[in-house]
């Protein structure tokens, strides 16, 4: 039968059917340290819809899973490829086919980096908004698949905003395009924003209508805050800010041992013990007096402050922020979790965590995206497996957080690393709902399956 | 049959179902001047969750349809019930339940309306952004169920922009919570989107949690055009306010027989001939620069333009858009449409108005909010049936709008009276997948049965 499968796909796809082993080999993990045991059957890689057509309807008629991938970049499991699957690569479907700076919207292919896009887009002084910290490295098509975040959300909102329609290759082969071009639009059910976030298990995502927003005019303005008293006063300045009106493009927190980490890897001088970071960034028209004002709630709040007005400047202090996934893999190997609490519960996330690193004796950097209330709490370990002990420490403070209001995943997905507690969350009728509409776009069960439901 | 479950019905609900014939004949209307021919079983009057899941148990159990209902000032006839059926009202279940500042959150009940939402946020200095026209007589819990819009969306953001999650009965009497109280959460398919819109046919929403924003600061300031060239001129000038950049708060447009019919009402002086009327409001930081610049647009562009800075005249000034509904009601029975697209097609969609004018001998008064391509032309006939001969004209008005990368509605929904034209535009495959969809949430075809998918 595999053999078959192959067969069928090397008819009709030719070289875009990859069987090397390094592929094959590439196409078992994504950036969240987890891999397939066993190696996928191939990887097709798409140039077109009709590509993605022809791999659905052979998978269809022989009952073979296919696992959707952009760059995999991902770091739930969610693109992760195994024994007797097709690994379906859109990354080489990377065309821009219109821009409308008018219509403020973009029509691309799923493949395209996300930087790439916005270099792309900035000389029409247009730019996509969300921002994932892997923009460089990461496909338009999968920050849609993950609904993906980013440092600008709580201004510039997430995925889930910011897509206007999608082109989708159904279980069956069937093309079908869902959504509008119009700002607004209320025609049937709003299956765009089914497929955000649905990690490839309700169809293959081959072409997108993005809303675009124009380039902020003026420059940006950053403010750096190091709170000695450590990362919980850090976090009650941040909803300091938030209380007090102002929305900064950028709200970026770093505990003691994240920032340490990074100061060690840059080689700059160790911050002192104890010390939290927070970094923030206002834009537009007001960026200035904005700056001004959270230099000072941040002062009232115990923050060593500087300001800079200088863009070169502040950049250079969110490279700070920007090294955390590296800085971390100099520590051992990480589980980079990603709950999402309501802003007030900011300071109360990082007591649970001190307590989790208490109670399990382990230490947890963590960073957050302090305008949202999304956490990126590190499960640092050694070796390819994650220990139980870990999973004990991440299973507590998942449970902390929904206590809290939260949510298991801000913006990177459930795939394979939380669908144990996906139904924790869901509730157990929710999740039945929701397996039941998985039922109805992938009746056999071969759209990534094993990933979100298990 | 309907005696059982009448008299279920008053065993566990007592006086609050209601079979007074006032109720049950305005139970079978909305403001789409359209009506059910006969009158339902009852009016149950909600006003708990409780009471909620005590109807859908009962109508589970004998298969008996349910139409939930706000205020009933929907325009598409979703909220219409009739003979054989239970309206199930929500409309006096109007406690807000939290207002969180820090969190720019509120959790309510859905029979709020919409005005006395906004007027008990704003000494919190918060406002919930969606403002469909008929905010002052319309329930939060249907603008949630038809997805609204309004004025303010181009900049604000439309319904589906502003709730995190929601509280919802299934068909069976089940409560589910969907969404999260966090600014980011993927967890899951988002079936927060999906209630969103889906007028009635996947649930009854119980409560919201709606994402708020701060009151903008500063005052509004307001530019009045006038077109004497008429309503394309005024359009294309509305485009070009948006291609240079600047993001109005709201943009209105009216055309020539809008405008007379306004002024008529409002016993103003009878505006010039065939003149359209173009009505901007800029607002925040940079709202005093922002209305020079339009101003200087809509100059060149041959309007001829007045510019307040006293936010009592700009009211003054919106004022006459927001009379459309009332003034067109003094010309006869209205079909009030609601097609919407792309900003750049808004000319090229009033020349197909003007053409469908001329080819069936009929007028159609249209207002836009010309900021988002959403269009409202309106079918002024006599008695209380559509004529065949505007079914016709507005058959043809749907099409042109599809051609032009439109929507059939971008505000109102689908309901009964565009049910015929829903799979023109999502394409049979999409249809059947959506009405799948409600298969799942609806096994018995119970909650909300005709409308939207006929």
Redesign the interface.
């Known amino acids: 039968m595999p053999s078959d499968v192959l067969a069928r796909l090397t008819e009709q796809l030719g070289d875009r059917v990859d069987t090397s082993p390094a592929s094959l080999d590439a196409a078992r993990a994504d950036k969240s340290g987890f891999a397939a045991d066993t190696a996928p059957l191939a990887v097709v890689h798409a140039a077109s819809v009709a590509d993605v057509q022809a791999v659905m309807r052979i998978a269809t008629d022989t009952g073979t899973p296919v696992v959707p991938r952009g760059a995999g970049t991902g770091l739930a499991g969610g693109a992760n490829a195994g024994g007797g699957e097709i690994a379906l690569s859109l990354r080489g479907m990377t065309r821009i086919l219109e821009v ?6 973009a029509v691309v292919e799923p493949g395209i980096l996300n930087a790439d896009l916005n270099d792309a887009l900035a000389p029409h ?1 247009l730019w996509w908004a969300p921002d994932p910290a892997s923009r460089a490295i990461s496909t338009v098509g999968g920050n849609i698949a ?2 993906a ?1 980013g440092l600008l ?2 201004k510039y909102g ?1 995925v ?2 910011a897509v206007l329609a999608l082109d989708v290759v ?1 279980a069956d082969g ?1 093309l ?3 959504g ?12 765009t ?2 497929f ?3 990690e490839g298990t ?1 169809g293959v995502v081959v072409g997108a209508t993005l809303k675009l927003r ?1 380039l902020v005019p003026g420059q940006s303005h950053t403010i750096a805050a190091v709170f000695p008293q450590g990362v919980r006063a850090a976090a009650e300045a941040s ?1 300091a800010v ?2 007090a ?1 102002i ?1 900064p493009a950028i709200m970026e927190l770093m505990d003691a041992a994240s920032l340490a980490a990074v100061h060690a890897m840059l080689g700059l001088d160790a911050p002192s013990a104890g010390a939290a970071q927070l970094t923030v960034q206002t834009d ?3 960026a200035a007096a904005e700056a001004d004002a959270v230099a000072e709630i941040l002062r009232s709040a115990g923050g060593e402050v500087a300001v800079s007005h200088d863009p070169a400047e502040g950049e250079r202090l969110l490279r700070i922020r920007r090294s955390m996934h590296p800085a971390i893999e100099t520590l051992g190997t990480a589980l980079i979790e990603d709950v ?5 519960a900011l300071p109360a996330m990082f007591d649970e965590i001190a307590r989790v690193e208490r109670e399990y004796g382990i230490v947890i950097p963590t960073v957050a ?1 302090a ?4 956490l990126h709490p590190n499960f640092v370990f050694e070796g390819d497996e994650v220990p139980d002990r870990i999973w004990a420490a991440a299973d507590d403070l998942f449970r902390a957080a929904l206590r809290l ?10 795939g394979l690393l ?1 669908r144990r507690w ?1 139904a924790d ?3 157990d ?3 039945r ?2 397996r ?6 992938d009746p056999q069960g071969i759209l990534n399956p094993g990933k ?1 439901f298990a």
């Open positions: 409308r700076p008018d219509d403020l919207l002084g993950t609904g975040g959300c709580a997430v889930r905003d159904l069937r079908i395009h869902v509008h071009r119009s700002v607004k639009g209320v025609t049937g059910l709003d299956l924003s089914l955000i976030g649905s309700l124009r909803a938030t209380a009106g929305q537009g028209p007001a999402s609490v309501p802003r007030s995206h305008g949202d209330g999304n209001g939260g949510t298991l995943t801000g913006e990177h997905g459930i939380k996906l969350e869901l509730g009728d929710q999740w709902l929701q039941d509409i998985k039922g109805v776009f979100v």
